[in-house]
Every structure is written in structure tokens, then in C-alpha cells.
């Protein structure tokens, strides 16, 4: 069956970077893109850019642009996303998302999330 | 940024009722030339990610019960629960694919037992 496990809880000191990974099985890697959804407390979830597995290209949404890269390695069939200049407000749950298939921006099945807590 | 709005913010229906969500859109998001609108519902549980419900506006995802269902066109979508049963107690969010810049969701509408 279709998986997507992410790594463990982080907790960040303000400026520092964080990489959370997301490891998929079930499926063929390379057949899907993969979306990073972020949930901060009490806000709604917001969508944070994705990669292209194949050739690895990617999009970033512009509020995180310059601050966020995603990675993958095809051969572990796991993607990264790491996040740097953390700031308070990052403090939120981060969750990697597989791409229905031929159809951009939705989201079939979810990694279970990475809580991200940024604090001095 | 496409902004979507769910109305109410919080409901209470009881067990057996119908429970209804509405999602506005600040933009059109039916795309003509495939007559498709660009508009999803997931559920959350608690300590959950979101699950995908219904797609396309209206069409349920694999496995979906059929008490759920989605409709609307353009700027103004509906999620009904046709008879609401314990384990749909869930925040549901409406989210938008029209737009790739960014992806866009509701703020979410929390549903629970009356």
C-alpha cells in the first residue's frame, strides 16, 4: 500500500535550518511528484512548493522562496525538505504529499507529519 | 492568491442529520475548455493528516462513503454529509488546484457532534 513516512519532531533555536524527510513505498517514486504542506497552530494549511522526482526540478511557493529547498534521492525513494532562517512563526507541522496523478496541485495521500518547533 | 472561505467556522449536527459546508472562492475556478472545476474537500481527524474526499468539485475519491458528496460550480462549492455519522467528527477544508501559485485551502470548518 501507498506509504509516506516522515521523520521525527524537531526543535530549532531561531536561525538555524531543519531538513525533514519523507519516505515513500508502494508506489513508483519516480511516477509522482511530491508537495511540502505546512500547518502552524491554528492556522490553515498552506502549501509550500513540491519536486518533480524524475528530474528533480521544483517549485517554491513565493512566500518561501530562498528560504526552502527540496531534495529527493530516487534510489532511497525519499524526498527532503529543508527549511532554513528559522523563525518563530515556522513552528508548525510539515507534511510531504504525493500528487494525484496527472492532475497538478492535488494530493492523494499525506506523510503522517513532522512537527517543527522553533524556539530560543 | 486565490482565497477560499468556508462557512461556518464550527458545526454542530447530530448523528443521523445532514451536516453542509460551504467554500467561496475570491476567483472563478471552473476551466472551460475541460468544463472541470479546480476544487477539493480533505478531512482531517485529530493527529492526522489530511484525507482526500472528493475532487473535481463533486467526484469522491477511492473509498469514500457515499454520504459524502460535493457541488458547485465557479466560486461557490458545497460538502454535504448526508447522514453524519460518530467517526466524521473532522475539520474539512476546501482547497483550490486552479491556481499552481500558490495552492491555496480554506480555513477550515470543525464538525462535531450536536
Known amino acids: ?120 | 492568491d486565490i482565497v477560499l472561505t468556508q462557512s461556518p467556522d464550527s458545526l454542530a449536527v447530530s448523528l443521523g442529520e445532514r451536516a453542509t459546508i460551504n467554500c467561496k472562492s475570491s476567483q472563478n475556478l471552473f476551466y472551460s475548455s475541460n468544463n472541470k472545476n479546480y476544487l477539493a474537500w480533505y478531512q482531517q481527524k485529530p493527529g492526522q493528516p489530511p484525507k482526500l474526499l472528493i475532487y473535481w468539485a463533486s467526484i469522491r475519491a477511492s473509498g469514500v462513503p457515499d454520504r459524502f458528496s460535493g457541488t458547485g460550480s465557479g466560486t461557490q462549492f458545497t460538502l454535504t454529509i448526508s447522514s453524519l455519522q460518530a467517526e466524521d467528527v473532522a475539520v474539512y477544508y476546501c482547497q483550490q488546484y486552479y491556481n499552481t501559485s500558490p495552492y491555496t485551502f480554506g480555513q477550515g470548518t470543525k464538525l462535531e457532534i450536536e
Open chain 1, 1 to 120: 500500500q501507498v506509504q509516506l513516512v516522515q521523520s521525527g519532531a524537531e526543535v530549532k533555536k531561531p536561525g538555524a535550518s531543519v531538513k525533514v524527510s519523507c519516505k515513500t513505498s508502494g508506489f513508483t517514486f519516480n511516477d509522482y511528484a511530491l508537495h511540502w504542506v505546512r500547518q502552524a497552530p491554528g492556522q490553515r494549511l498552506e502549501w509550500m512548493g513540491w519536486i518533480n522526482s524524475v528530474n528533480g526540478n521544483t517549485k517554491y511557493s513565493q512566500k518561501f522562496h530562498g528560504r526552502v529547498t527540496f531534495t529527493r534521492d530516487s534510489s532511497a525513494n525519499t524526498a527532503y525538505m529543508e527549511l532554513s532562517g528559522l523563525r518563530s512563526d515556522d513552528t508548525a507541522i510539515y507534511f510531504c504529499a504525493r500528487e494525484y496523478v496527472e492532475v497538478d496541485g492535488l494530493f492523494d495521500y499525506w506523510g503522517q507529519g513532522t512537527l517543527v518547533s522553533v524556539s530560543s
